[in-house]
């Protein structure tokens, strides 16, 4: 594609000073290389956007310059994108050479150095391993769009499955407790995948999960820590968790009380194993009491997550009912840390 597009080879070249720019666009297209030449980076920028296989700069075009165009092009590429840059240099040492080769790497990221002057066969050559990397890239691309589509696809059918769940339990269980109970954690599983669908079926925000389960408590709940992306098993057993918690507070805990209030906080812990930190609080409520036997709810609060270290811990005291535990995080993400509200 010599005009740029989702697979294009072509190679865009910055080389604005004397007969570079000429020259390495004749040895590439006598290598079977598409090229395009820009006059600053300016429009070297807007031809990125359109698709390329690499770009070949020449130094004096960028050291005294403002680069901040394509640093923040490079800074917001795609996951699967790692632009190849082949940057001409000066010939032999010169004062700050070091430096400079630190900054460029620091914001221009794939750098390869080309040191004038050359001969044409090291330029084709660099020019057919950054199109190799390049083409490497796009594979990448192509399996994450394919992974994205099928996660959805498999998010729309467990989400028609438990449709199809509620609606035989509903035709099945008798009117009581224990239908409620089972009804409402099928809800909570159904309002995980709304959110997984959300983010394209990769995962959700504990954020928003919290919010979910304790919207119609939002005055009497404090929310305390830091932007995390689940992943997808470990949204889903947040999801049963604090439905879990928020159902035991209403009926017998904090939430039981107009004077009642829970705390929810979590935080990383980079330690040997990328974890987080749970904690559910009650305070003002009636005091919590040792159940005297233990329920599914218990249980599944036991069991819904696989923890770090120890099991959840469950504290019954007179002050209110708490809930720790610890998780492996994989692949999670963090952003800023949340104001609590």
């Known amino acids: 594609m010599p005009h740029g597009g989702p697979n294009t080879e072509r190679v865009l070249i910055l080389a604005p000073h004397g007969r570079d720019a000429e020259i390495a666009s004749e040895m590439l297209r006598e290598a079977g290389r598409h090229t395009h030449t820009s006059a600053d980076l300016t429009s070297l920028c807007l031809e990125l956007e359109k698709g390329a296989a690499f770009a070949l700069l020449a130094e004096e075009a960028i050291v005294d310059s403002d680069i901040s165009s394509i640093a923040s092009w490079v800074k917001d590429q795609p996951p699967w994108s790692d632009m190849p840059i082949v940057l001409m240099t000066f010939h032999g040492d010169t004062p700050g050479r070091v430096e400079r080769a630190a900054r460029y790497e620091n914001i221009l990221g794939n750098v390869t150095y ?17 199109v190799r990397s390049r083409k490497r890239q796009y594979e990448a691309r192509a399996l994450l769009e394919r992974y994205k589509l099928l996660a959805r696809e498999l998010q729309h ?6 449709a199809v769940i509620h609606a035989i339990a509903s ?26 669908l959300e983010g394209d079926g990769c995962g959700a925000s504990l954020k928003h999960l919290v919010a979910a389960a304790l919207e119609s408590f939002s005055r009497r709940v404090v929310v305390d820590g830091p932007e995390v992306h689940l992943d997808a098993t470990t949204a889903q057993g947040f999801a049963l968790i604090l439905h879990e918690l928020a159902t035991n507070a209403a009926k017998h805990g904090a939430l039981s009380r107009p004077t009642g209030k829970v ?34 709810g218990t ?3 036991e069991i819904a997550i696989p923890t770090v270290d120890a099991p959840p811990r469950f504290d019954y005291s007179a002050d209110g009912f708490s809930y720790d535990l610890r998780v492996a995080l994989y692949g999670a993400t963090q952003g800023s840390s949340d104001v609590p509200h």
């Open 114 to 130: 080309l040191e004038r002057p050359f001969h044409p066969t090291t330029l084709v050559s660099l020019a057919r391993s950054a």
């Open 263 to 296: 705390t929810v906080q979590w935080s990383r812990d980079a330690g040997s194993v990328a974890a987080l930190t749970f904690r559910w609080m009650e305070r003002g409520g009636p005091p919590a009491t040792l159940p005297k036997r233990i329920g599914f």
């Open 299 to 301: 249980k599944l609060l």
């Open 157 to 162: 059918r467990t989400k028609n499955l438990l």
């Open 171 to 196: 035709a099945s269980l008798p009117a009581g407790a224990a239908s409620e109970e089972f009804f409402g954690r099928l809800r909570a599983l159904a309002r995980a995948q709304d959110l997984l």
